[in-house]
Every structure is written in C-alpha cells, then in structure tokens.
C-alpha cells in the first residue's frame, strides 16, 4: 500500500480488443498517447474473448459491434465497411477481369458478426454484378486475422474490414482489388468502459484521447 501511494508510482490502463484490431489498428496509435502521457502506461489484454469490462476485466475495450452494451459508456469511433483485398503479387497481370477473378481463391472471415450484416462472397457477386465461382473456390476461416494473413501471403482474395487493413493497403503489403466497391456494415468501432471508471483519470484520458485521436485521423486528408 505504501509503494502504491507513493508519488512517483505510475498508472496503469488495462485496453482489451481483439488479435486483428489490435494488430492492424491499435497498436500504430498507441506511442502518440505514450508521447502525451509519459506518466501513464498501456497494457494490452488481447483476446478474441469479450472480456466483462462491466465487471473491472478490463479498463478500457475497443469492440466493432452494434453498441449498446448494457452497464458500459461508449463513444463512437468510426463506421466500418467491408472491401475485397489480395496481394499484389496477385495483381501482376493487369486490371482484374473476370477470366483473372475466375481463377483465384476467394477467402471469407466466417467468425460470428450477429446483426452485422457482413456479406458472403455470394452476396458481393449478386451486388456488383460478378459471376458467382463454385463454392468449393470459398476459403471460410473463423479467424479475422488468419483471412487477412492469407491474403497478405497470396493465398487469395478476402473480404475484410477497411480498418483492419489500412496499415497493410498503406504499405502496399496488400492492394484493394476495386476500388470503387465497398460494402457498408452495421457494426462500427466503439471506445467502451465501466460505468464511473472514468472518475480515474488515467481511464479518462486514454478514452478522450482515443476518441480525438480517431476523429482526428478521420478528419485528416
């Protein structure tokens, strides 16, 4: 108790999300807080497990979902949509035409998204007018990491959500396979914590500053 007290006793943030949203997402922001809160240090608890936060498993969540989770504060981050992405090396023959999409893998991210409105590879066939390929051509992982890891190895096309690749599509370790197409969902990013956990200031300030932070990144052409 005394070591806690003391003055010089840093403050620690328990942040919880999942493997791809921390991978791809979180973990590029993280230093811009550090460098506006030396005093304050971040622990990632990363799971695909929906930890209670409700209940102090955590401080802070970062969750893509419908919102409304009952016994939490959340503010919104961003809307989310979803876009077909593969690796360049699969783009070496031109344009994509029919004949090249004809001959890829196509991967989906079969992970539970309730309400989500997340679409199959026949749902984008049917809304942008492409020929539907066999279902024996569909790649399904229950895994938003894995689909995205095995289209940045060349494994295929996968429908994935914009922000968990952006980093990746940025340093061309992965190309959007048309630009023009995406597919709105129902989920958005949300920035969630206990009811009255933000009395503690360190909770407080990363919750602003994650909220700002987005917003500004949002904002910034």
Request: with cysteine; aromatic share 8%.
């Amino acid at each position: 108790m005394a070591r806690l007290k003391s003055p010089g006793t840093r403050s620690t943030v328990l942040v919880t999300t999942s493997h791809a949203l921390a991978a791809n997402w979180l973990i590029y922001r993280l230093q811009r807080f550090s460098d506006l809160h030396p005093d304050i240090d971040i622990r990632l608890d990363v799971s695909d497990r929906t930890l209670d936060i409700a209940r102090g498993e955590a401080d802070i969540g970062v969750r893509c979902g419908p919102g409304g989770w009952r016994g939490l504060k959340a503010a919104k981050l961003m809307d989310e949509v979803i876009v077909a992405v593969t690796s360049p090396n699969l783009l070496t023959e031109g344009d994509p035409d029919a004949g090249w999409f004809a001959r890829q893998q196509l991967i989906e991210d079969a992970s539970p998204h309730p309400g989500g409105d997340f679409p199959s590879w026949r749902d984008w066939c049917g809304r942008f007018g492409m020929k539907q390929q066999s279902p024996a051509s569909i790649m399904k992982i229950n895994s938003a990491s894995a689909a995205i890891q095995a289209a940045v190895t060349g494994h295929g096309i996968a429908l994935v959500r914009r922000a968990l690749v952006a980093n990746l599509l940025a340093t061309r370790q992965l190309q959007q396979v048309w630009p023009g197409q995406e597919w709105p969902i129902n989920w958005s990013y949300y920035v969630v914590t206990a009811a009255g956990a933000d009395r503690r200031r360190e909770v407080r300030a990363f919750y602003d500053w994650l909220v700002d932070d987005t917003l500004t990144g949002l904002a910034t052409p």
